[in-house]
């Protein structure tokens, strides 16, 4: 284990990334069952108030990741221990801010709603790519070698065509595989092709009847495999989604007892 991880991260380079990843979780974890402590009114930190504003920990988030970040351009030439240490506390504010995705997105508090589910999918989204990221893997199938041994000129071409498909692919509502297919490109290669998914923007401009050439059967056969596959897969994302941040339908507490 111990020459595993001197061959493969510290002399790999990956100490910084890896101190990253750890934090990214250790911090995301910590922050969710401080949440859902103060939700269910367990005495824990609490929520941090300036007067009568609550201060919601995405704010701390984007300090750490200015701090951390900043640090890291300072301190990288200078001592991977320091860089590594940078690298963590930057992964623990994007944890901060992750966390609270959702209300960046819709601008507004819906951290106890069915709509603050996307910030868990945020969260899993940047675990993931990291985690791919650690095992040596790189977005669209590019690294140094592939430019050095095929040429500038074909794997730039290669690089073009993997992204337009990871574009497809997302377009046609298929974002797992989107994402994944980014370091994994048959993953994309497989969903560019296949039906979109009934309320993706693709079938929204290529199926529906507003189309310019509207395909009601293409469209009918795409909810009929939502229904019969992915609600399924639906429910029990749903279910690892409430396991993690817990159930959003429960009765809220008073707004100053919510959350930290």
Not at 38 to 60: K, L, Q
Not at 117 to 140: C, H, K, M, N, Q
Not at 205 to 211: I, K, L, M, N
Request: aromatic residues 12%; proline residues 5%; charged residues 20%.
């Amino acid at each position: 284990m111990d020459d595993w991880f001197h061959d493969r991260v510290v002399d790999g380079h990956q100490l910084p990334l890896l101190c990253f990843f750890v934090a990214l979780i250790v911090a995301f974890v910590f922050t969710r069952i401080n949440v859902r402590l103060i939700r269910a009114r367990v005495r824990w930190f609490g929520n941090v108030n300036v007067g009568e504003m609550h201060i919601h920990h995405v704010v701390f988030g984007v300090i750490l990741m200015l701090l951390g970040g900043v640090a890291g351009l300072i301190l990288a030439g200078v001592s991977t221990a320091w860089y590594s240490f940078t690298a963590a506390v930057f992964g623990v504010g994007a944890a901060l801010v992750l966390d609270e995705f959702a209300l960046i997105l819709h601008l507004r508090d819906v951290y106890w709603q069915e709509e603050g589910r996307t910030s868990v999918d945020a969260v899993f989204v940047a675990i993931a790519g990291t985690g791919l990221l650690l095992l040596g893997l790189r977005p669209l199938a590019w690294s140094e070698a592939n430019g050095a041994v095929a040429g500038a000129w074909p794997a730039a071409t290669f690089l073009v065509v993997n992204l337009v498909f990871a574009v497809v692919t997302l377009l046609k509502g298929k974002i797992w595989s989107g994402l994944l297919g980014l370091f994994v490109p048959p993953f994309v290669y497989v969903g560019a092709v296949r039906l979109a998914r009934p309320g993706s923007p693709w079938a929204r401009w290529f199926y529906s009847e507003v189309a310019r050439r509207p395909k009601p059967r293409r469209m009918a056969r795409a909810v009929r495999r939502e229904e019969r596959w992915r609600r399924p897969v639906i429910r029990a994302k749903i279910a690892v989604q409430e396991f993690v941040s817990g159930r959003h339908d429960l009765p809220s507490p008073p707004r100053r007892m919510q959350r930290g």
